[in-house]
């Protein structure tokens, strides 16, 4: 064992062979350095494909356009789904048309329940958007049923009116 001219065989206990403030911002950056699959952190997978996003399933170039049918209060999209599928639908009630949560949920109830009633009735594999446009506060279950079945109707939805 030979013997070091300090007073202690443990280098962290000596100011000089300690890093100084420099050297240790060099080493602690916050930007990781770049690896090999394209610069990204390690356990974040590889990096992101260049060029425009992918458009999203419902908005691929297969799936044909909603045709929209506008009655007095409520409009509706429809398009054709895949084959073997009942109809299935969807209800938007914006916020600028009914202000409080609890007044657009009691119009999608409204809404949903006439459609589960009349859900015999609609032709199946199909898609439905309807949209609120107007919420006319007077209007009772049986006009809002009529204006489901006319639109239905008008969009060749209807069971009844296909041979």
Request: proline letters at 12%; glycine letters at 8%.
């Amino acid at each position: 064992m030979g013997i070091s001219d300090k007073p202690y065989n443990c280098p962290q206990f000596y100011e000089e062979d300690l890093p100084t403030f420099q050297e240790k911002k060099k080493t602690k950056t916050r930007i990781s350095p770049p690896v090999a699959y394209g610069g990204r952190p390690e356990g974040h997978g590889p990096a992101a494909e260049k060029g425009p996003k992918k458009a999203p399933p419902c908005l691929t170039p297969s799936t044909p356009p909603m045709k929209p049918q506008k009655g007095e209060i409520l409009t509706l999209f429809s398009s054709e789904s895949g084959p073997g599928q009942d109809a299935e639908w969807r209800i938007a009630v914006s916020r600028k048309i009914v202000r409080l949560a609890t007044g657009r949920n009691r119009w999608r109830r409204r809404i949903r329940e006439i459609l589960r009633k009349l859900r015999q009735e609609i032709q199946p594999r199909h898609r439905l958007v309807w949209k609120l446009h107007r919420a006319t506060p007077a209007l009772g279950p049986a006009e809002l049923e009529r204006e489901i079945q006319g639109l239905l109707r008008r969009a060749g939805l209807w069971r009844s009116d296909k041979p």
